[in-house]
């Protein structure tokens, strides 16, 4: 490796350590002067070097959303959960679901996620999700009343660490959100409680059909309230 390369590689390995963010190809190319700068091949040749650097260490370089970061590896999260003496937030199994079917089926309104729950989706649910940058609204459904249109954001993707929605676990593989949490080193305690407070459950017919094929990749799914599952099994 030369030493333009060498530091090249130098410089994106500082910048990613330093950024708040996950920091972005793009990013990276405007740390240098417009006269200087490199091209996408040389940033990407820098990243997958310091990629293959970490092999054998605990750290990673990892792409979540648009950007990249590092972070400790999988394996190590039972020693570094020990570092945190806070006790992580908790959320409900009403949250979780309720996240979990607005990953599935984006963009929904909360009509659409009342009619997959069974139970009215509370306005306290939707402000956790909001305020935690997990969800957005990102329009409003053509009918009447326009009801906003709810879908998950980069945040969601760096907090989950995945690359994009499409590497969600298809649903027959009856995954938990906090099963993919506790995958990533990450925490979500849930509180054993059905229904939120204020909610109300929704009287549905017994041949109701809640499999809705107008989300990502035409999935199907239902969410079961007598179980204690975050994401539940579902046909494609």
């Known amino acids: 490796m030369s030493e333009a390369n060498k530091e090249l590689k130098n410089i994106i390995e500082a910048a990613i350590l330093v950024a708040d963010d996950p920091l972005s190809i793009k990013q990276m190319i405007s740390l240098f002067p417009d006269n200087a700068s490199p091209d996408k091949k040389s940033i990407q040749q820098a990243i997958d070097q ?4 970490c092999t054998e260490r605990g750290i990673e370089l990892k792409k ?11 394996q190590y999260a039972p020693w570094l959960r020990k570092l945190y003496e806070q006790k992580p937030p908790r959320y409900s199994r009403a949250v979780l679901e309720t996240l979990s079917i607005i990953a599935y089926k984006q963009p929904v309104t909360r009509g659409d996620i009342e009619e997959v729950r069974g139970v009215s989706v509370s306005t306290e649910i939707m402000r956790t999700l909001l305020a935690r940058g997990w969800v957005k609204e990102v329009g409003f459904k053509a ?9 998950t954001t980069k945040v969601f993707l760096e ?6 929605i499409r590497e969600l676990p ?3 593989e009856k995954r938990e959100l906090d099963e993919i949490a506790k995958d990533n080193q990450i925490q979500l305690p849930i509180e054993e409680t059905d ?6 459950l929704i ?6 059909d809640h499999n809705n094929a107008d989300g990502l990749d035409a999935v199907d799914n239902t969410v079961d309230d007598n179980t204690n599952e975050t994401l539940k099994e579902a046909t494609v």
């Open 50 to 53: 310091l990629s293959e650097d």
């Open 195 to 200: 229904v939120e407070p204020g909610e109300q």
């Open 203 to 208: 009287e549905t017919s017994d041949d109701s």
């Open 64 to 74: 979540v959303g648009s950007g990249y970061r590092f972070q400790s590896k999988e």
């Open 143 to 151: 009918v009447p009343g326009r009801p906003a249109l709810y879908a």
């Open 170 to 172: 298809r649903l027959q």
């Open 159 to 164: 907090y989950f660490n995945l690359k994009s």
